[in-house]
């Protein structure tokens, strides 16, 4: 069964990066595009990015501009870095993988365009 774990949450201070990671088991990441999503309490999993095989990376507009993320083949992982962690960042963390390839032409990560996902990672960002 595929599996995703993530890790690299905590409790962390505004202002500073924070790099989160995403280990797949019994499946090869290299043949799939790979996501990022992120649900805070009381709202809806809210896309963040996604990378194609080719390493072609797509960002959702709410945090754009602080995310870079990246996908490392050799060890079957992805990584997530938060630039400048302000409070609002607060929520839990996911990867997840699609079926294809590619991220697709939606131009941001669609929940419902990814198959199989990790079990999150609590990010709290406090003053």
């Known amino acids: 069964q595929v599996e995703l774990m993530e890790s690299g949450g905590g409790l962390v201070q505004p202002g500073g990066p924070l790099r989160l990671s995403c280990t797949a088991s019994?499946?090869?990441?290299?043949?799939?595009?790979m996501g990022w999503f992120r649900q805070a309490p009381g709202r809806e999993r809210e896309g963040l990015s996604c990378?194609?095989?080719?390493?072609?990376?797509q960002y959702g507009d709410s945090v754009k501009g602080r995310l870079t993320m990246s996908r490392d083949n050799d060890v079957n992982m992805v990584h997530l870095t938060i630039h400048n962690l302000k409070p609002e960042d607060t929520a839990v963390y996911y990867c997840?993988?699609?079926?294809?390839?590619?991220?697709?032409?939606?131009?941001?990560?669609?929940?419902?365009?990814?198959?199989?996902w990790g079990q999150g990672t609590q990010v709290t960002v406090f003053s």
């Open positions: 019994r499946f090869e990441i290299a043949h799939y595009a």
């Open positions: 997840a993988t699609r079926s294809t390839p590619y991220c697709g032409d939606s131009g941001y990560p669609r929940v419902a365009d990814f198959r199989t």
């Open positions: 990378i194609s095989q080719d390493g072609a990376t």
